[in-house]
């Protein structure tokens, strides 16, 4: 089975706090993915990467940065955490060499007061 | 960019019932997920499933590719299956999902 796991159910921070959110995967995937859950937005990308040191933009990804040192870790960073980046954090993982499936850890709440 | 729609938002049953829940989507996808959100948040994989029909106990679902909609069934429902169910494609060559905005499910025991 996929295994994708996550630092943190949950955590709250305070405002201006530098946060780094972790994601580890144990299928050897390559592709690895942070996406922000709002209510009325539903789920949105952060960041995607599809190798080591690799990364791409998503559909927000201001205000945050990523890190991919090694295969199975994508860390998500928050420089200066704010208010509006309280939200519902998920990770995902797919295969490239396979169907793409993607696969989500279970999902960090971050609260920033 | 690939739109995806679904229907009906919210739907409400009695536990036993059979729903429907309906995803639409704009272009030609080689990927299609559908996820049940769990009350604690977590996405768990139901069925990978850009095209065909596939069955997994109670729960089944149909890809008619050619007509842009997939369908996925839930018989004999259980209160453990509330939640939101989301669809999710990606187009040939983009690894990125595009989400649904769900349909909220609740049943009612």
Known sequence: ???????????????????????????????????????????????FSYDVKMKEKGDIPEGYSVSREKKERFSLILESASTNQTSMYLCASSSRAATYEQYFGPGTRLTVT | ???????????????????????????????????????????????????????????????????????????????TDSGVYFCAVAYFGNEKLTFGTGTRLTIIP
């Open chain 1, 1 to 47: 089975d996929v295994k994708v796991t996550q630092s943190s159910r949950y955590l709250v921070k305070r405002t201006g706090e530098k946060v780094f959110l972790e994601c580890v995967q144990d299928m050897d995937h390559e592709n690895m993915f942070w996406y922000r859950q709002d209510p009325g937005l539903g789920l949105r990308l952060i960041y």
């Open chain 2, 1 to 79: 960019g690939i739109q995806v729609e679904q229907s009906p938002p919210d739907l409400i049953l009695q536990e036993g019932a059979n729903s429907t829940l309906r995803c639409n989507f704009s272009d030609s996808v080689n990927n299609l997920q559908w996820f049940h959100q769990n009350p604690w948040g977590q996405l768990i994989n139901l069925f990978y499933i850009p095209s065909g029909t596939k069955q997994n106990g109670r729960l089944s679902a149909t890809t008619v590719a050619t007509e842009r909609y997939s369908l996925l069934y839930i018989s004999s429902s259980q209160t």
